[in-house]
């Protein structure tokens, strides 16, 4: 088994269909501007997606392409935008929701397939996520098949499909469960009878997500004995590192979302492990990681492999969550800081559950209810306790990440990285051991101003001065506060004394 590297990454792409999925999605939209700036004459894009809120697909497409993330593209190589091909269809139908004419196309004109969809909720009931995890990707599999210019198939899961394992190496584990049985089970029960046996069938996983993404790496895996196949796992992704641009974001999941709330001095306490590592690879070099291994698939002088190459792309870069969220609160303290901030911003981290819960109850449900009945009788809208249940809501799915510390082997990255020709490493490595984690966190607050909460840019003067006053009028409460509770002890103390 060789790689041909006489084809360099660009004119490898030269001429190829794609099919991707999750088109929508974070990585999705990511990896149509990636290959389109840096793979110019690759022949069309097809991406699968349905109309959404009144809007059509093409009006979704539309909508997608005036992102600021395309903005480069749109200047330099706008024709290059009419390769993107909307489909119809639906991950969480049975055949993707395809209609007859479009899957015959599909068959004779693409010849890579990236599986990127997915729902990322933890929350769905189980046979939400089977149909849209699992039985999406048995289907993309079935449709691979029928295609004989296929190249190859890479499917886009998670690095914590695995969580029983300390150590997780670049190999497809073997199953939990039998995923043709868990589909089945899927299609012919009805969904109140399915959540009653979720604990069971879960086993040892927090989460349908996991679950069935986990199911889905054993799809891949079976098919992977008539299919050119691949599994890319990423772990937290994060704003990007330098593509397009620094700080590229435009979804708040996982921690992001915490970060927010903390930043903006909402966030009082989170369930978390201190000591645990965070995870989180910029999104760029997740793209850059896919394109190569798709390079690497295709380019593989050889009769089908048997198993699926896996590439376990995650962080490089050991940093708490502590240590993250210090230096993420020190930018925001003293150089970008977000509006309407409310407090200062300090979030104690605990993986007690029971100090969680009553220190929520203290700082968060209380001082929530106080605040609400002061906004009503003011004539304004009561807003916090249903922001802070959200947030409570978002903590618990994601305690489980971040309580614990996982281990990755990174050998095929490694390799992989090496073979990328000389011309080709500035714009495909995926390399990420060595970038300024500081300057990384710092882009990524001002995207999150920028692309998530729409806030400007050029009124740092004007928050920090206001931030400032904030937390001077934070000192005065606290002082007010330990006054009187020194005041109410030692009155205590004189009363008992007496």
Avoid at 17 to 28: D, K, Y
Avoid at 285 to 301: D, E, F, L, P
Avoid at 387 to 400: D, E, F, H, Q, S
Wanted: proline share 4%; charged share 20%; with cysteine.
């Amino acid at each position: 088994m060789t790689i041909d590297s006489s084809k360099t990454i660009p004119a490898f792409y030269a001429g190829q269909s794609i099919f991707l999925t999750g088109a929508t999605g974070f990585l999705g939209k990511m990896f149509v501007e990636k290959i389109l700036r840096s793979c110019p004459d690759v022949r069309e894009i097809f991406v699968l997606m349905r109309s959404k809120k009144e809007l059509s697909i093409n009006e979704r497409l539309e909508k997608i392409l005036n992102l600021p993330l395309y903005d480069e593209l749109r200047k330099e190589q706008v024709s290059n935008l009419e390769k993107i091909i909307p489909i119809s269809g639906d991950v969480s139908e049975k055949g993707l929701g395809l209609s007859v004419a479009d899957r015959q196309m599909l068959i004779q004109r693409v010849t890579i397939i990236i599986h990127a969809a997915a729902s990322v909720r933890f929350n769905n009931s189980i046979q939400y996520a089977i149909f849209v995890n699992a039985r999406s990707t048995r289907d993309i599999c079935i449709l691979a098949q029928s295609m004989k210019n296929l190249k190859a198939l890479v499917y886009v899961g998670t690095a914590f499909a695995h969580v029983n394992k300390t150590l997780i190496e670049e190999k497809v584990y073997p199953p939990i469960s039998d995923w043709r049985k868990v589909i089945e089970m899927a299609e012919t029960l009805d969904e109140h009878t399915l959540n009653i046996f979720t604990a069971k069938c879960l086993h040892y996983f927090p989460n349908t997500y996991i679950f069935s993404k986990n199911l889905s790496e054993n799809i891949v895996q079976d098919y992977s004995s008539f299919l050119p196949c691949a599994i890319v796992r990423p772990s937290i992704v994060g704003p990007s590192l330098k593509e397009p641009f620094p700080g590229w974001i435009d979804n708040v999941y996982g921690p992001v979302g915490l970060y927010i709330g903390g930043g903006k001095g909402v966030l009082r306490v989170a369930y978390m492990n201190k000591t645990a590592y965070e995870d989180m690879v910029p999104v760029d070099i997740v793209i850059k990681a896919i394109i190569v291994v798709i390079w690497k698939i295709g380019s593989t002088t050889s009769t089908t492999s048997s198993t699926s190459f896996v590439l376990n792309c995650t962080s490089l870069q050991h940093m708490t969550f502590e240590e993250d969220i210090n230096m993420l609160f020190d930018i925001i303290k003293d150089e970008i800081p977000f509006e309407g901030t409310i407090w200062t911003p300090h979030t104690i981290l605990t993986d007690n559950f029971i100090l969680f819960y009553i220190l929520t109850i203290l700082l968060h449900i209380l001082p929530a209810i106080l605040i609400d009945l002061i906004l009503k009788f003011s004539g304004r809208r009561p807003v916090l306790l249903q922001l802070l249940r959200k947030i409570y809501v978002a903590n618990r799915a994601v305690g489980y990440f971040s309580t614990f510390n996982w281990y990755y082997s990174t050998a095929n990255g490694s390799s992989l990285i090496s073979l990328i020709p000389p011309e080709n490493q500035d714009t495909f490595s995926f390399e990420s051991s060595d970038f300024n984690r500081r300057n990384y966190a710092k882009d990524g607050v001002i995207g999150v101003k920028k692309f998530v909460l729409h806030e400007d840019t050029n009124q740092l003067d004007a928050l920090l001065a206001h931030n400032k006053r904030v937390y001077l009028l934070v000192k005065v409460i606290k002082t007010i506060i330990y006054i009187g509770v020194l005041w109410i002890i030692c009155r205590w103390i004189y009363f008992y004394t007496l």
